[in-house]
């Protein structure tokens, strides 16, 4: 089970996804070979072997990218598993590399720099679905 944040491409003074208009369409992250090259050079020890997805272990957990197969990247999807709040940082690390804002899959908004929240929500609905089982259910 994991956290899925979307980056996008999206203006910097959003707020929130309600902020853009209905006719936006983000451009396009980058070529294949420059997000990359941007992820090698923002994140030491990125393992990007495979040329559509990528994954970061760390002692926090693990943020496994989804950079897709297009090229253009249209998009980096970003599937967080982990305990601690350090992942945060590195969720931002990534995101500010690429020119890209967070969105919060679970939550359905934008991400704020130093806002744990979708993340602690997250990890509460994790380790409730992980606490319950069948015995567990009616």
Do not use: Y
Request: proline share 10%; glycine share 10%.
């Amino acid at each position: 089970m994991s956290w899925d944040v979307l980056l996008l491409p999206l203006p910097a003074d959003i707020a929130s996804i309600d902020d853009l208009p209905a006719d936006h369409e983000p451009p396009p992250v980058g070529s294949r070979s420059d997000v990359r090259a941007v992820l090698e050079a923002a994140v030491p020890g990125v393992d990007l072997t495979d040329p559509a997805r990528g994954e970061l272990l760390g002692p926090a957990g693990v943020i496994e990218l989804n950079i897709g197969e297009g090229d253009p990247v249209e998009s980096v999807m970003l599937h967080v598993r982990g305990g601690t709040d350090d992942v945060l940082p590195m969720i931002f690390r990534i995101a500010r590399a690429l020119g890209c804002c967070p969105f919060d899959c679970a939550a359905g908004d934008l991400l704020a720099d130093g806002d744990a929240a979708g993340w602690h929500a997250f990890r509460a609905f994790r380790d409730r679905a992980l606490s319950s089982g069948p015995h567990d259910t009616p």
